[in-house]
C-alpha cells in the first residue's frame, strides 16, 4: 500500500469521527445507525482489500499494454495533469451515467445506493465486482499516451474527492456549486425522489451533467435509497440483491427483446413491461 493510500484512509476515518459527533449534535435525521454502518465499513474493506491487493497489479498491466502502443508521448508536463484531469473526469461521468442506465452494470452499482441513510462511510458501500471491468473505459488513456501509473493516481484522485461529499452536514458551497460536484449535489444524486433520479453524475466536477443534460438541483428534502428498498442487513442480500433479481427476470423472458432488455436494457424495464402486458386489452393471463 502507498503512502498517498494510506494517507487518505487516515483521512478518511478522522472525517468519519468528526462527521459522527456532528451528526449527533445537531441531531441530524437519515445519517448514522450502527448496522448500516457497519455494513458499509465492512464492504468497502473487501472492495479495497480486492481492488488494492488483488486486482491493482492486473489494471497497471492492462493499462502498460495499450501504452505501449501510444499515439504520443505525453510526459509528465504540467498540462498533461490537466488535460488528464479532465479526460478522466469525463471518463468517470459516462460509465457512472452508463451504470444507471444499463442493467448489467447496476447489478454491482445499485449495492451503492441500496442504504436509506446517507453518510460518509456510504462512500464505501460499492460492490467488489466492478473492479473487474471498470478500468477498462479507461484503456484508451493508456493509448493516447497517459502513463499507467498517472491514470491510477488520477482516478485516485476523483475517487477519495468524493468521500467528504457523502454528507448531510454541509449545505451550499456557494458559487463553487456550480463547477465541482458539492455535498448538495450529490445527495440529489442519492436521492429515490421522481426528479432527483438518474441526476448529477459527475466525479469532482458537475460541468458535465450541466452540458449533458443530467443535472439537478437539491430543492426538496431527499428520501436515500432505492425506488424499491431491500429492507436488510445481510450483507450478501446488499451485494448480490440486483444481481439475483437480474438472472430471474431472465429466466422468465419470452422473447429475444426481453433477453436483450434484462441485461442490457434500464433498469426497471421488466417492471413497465409487466405493466403493459397486464393493460394490453385481450390479454388473457396464463
Known amino acids: 500500500m502507498d503512502i498517498t493510500t494510506i494517507i487518505a484512509v ?19 435525521p437519515h445519517s448514522y445507525e450502527k448496522h448500516d454502518l457497519f455494513n458499509n465499513l465492512l464492504i468497502g474493506f473487501f472492495d479495497f482489500v480486492f481492488k488494492v491487493v488483488l486486482v491493482k497489479g492486473t489494471i497497471l498491466a492492462s493499462f502498460a499494454y495499450f501504452h505501449q502502443y501510444a499515439l504520443f508521448d505525453i510526459g509528465n508536463q504540467w498540462w498533461a495533469w490537466v488535460i488528464l484531469f479532465f479526460l478522466n473526469d469525463l471518463l468517470f461521468y459516462f460509465f457512472h451515467r452508463w451504470s444507471h442506465e444499463i442493467r448489467i452494470l447496476w447489478a454491482s452499482h445499485s449495492v451503492h445506493h441500496s442504504s436509506e441513510l446517507y453518510n460518509m462511510s456510504t462512500s464505501m458501500r460499492g460492490s467488489f465486482l466492478i473492479v473487474l471491468y471498470r478500468f477498462v473505459l479507461w484503456f484508451p488513456l493508456a493509448a493516447i499516451g497517459f502513463a499507467p501509473e498517472q491514470i491510477l493516481l488520477m482516478d485516485s484522485i476523483a475517487f477519495f474527492y468524493q468521500f ?15 463547477v465541482f460536484n458539492t455535498p448538495s449535489h450529490h ?8 426528479q432527483y433520479l438518474d441526476k448529477n453524475y459527475g466525479a469532482v466536477l458537475i460541468i458535465w451533467d450541466r ?3 443530467t443535472f439537478a438541483q437539491e430543492k426538496e428534502e431527499v428520501v436515500f435509497g432505492l425506488t424499491e428498498n431491500i429492507k436488510t442487513q445481510n450483507i450478501i442480500k446488499i451485494v448480490f440483491f440486483e ?12 422473447t429475444a427483446e426481453d433477453v436483450f432488455q434484462n441485461l442490457l436494457g434500464r433498469p426497471g424495464w421488466n417492471k ?13 393471463s396464463k
Do not use: Q
Open 164 to 178: 467528504p461529499i457523502h454528507t448531510n452536514t454541509m449545505r451550499s458551497w456557494g458559487i463553487l456549486e456550480y
Open 10 to 28: 487516515i483521512l478518511f476515518f478522522l472525517s468519519l469521527v468528526v462527521e459522527y459527533f456532528v451528526v449527533k449534535r445537531k441531531n441530524i
Open 211 to 213: 452540458l449533458f443534460g
Open 243 to 254: 444481481w439475483v433479481a437480474m438472472f430471474r427476470d431472465l429466466f422468465r423472458s419470452r
Open 272 to 284: 413497465k413491461k409487466e405493466r403493459e402486458r397486464e393493460l394490453a386489452p385481450g390479454e388473457v
Open 187 to 194: 445527495r440529489v444524486h442519492h436521492g429515490s425522489n421522481p
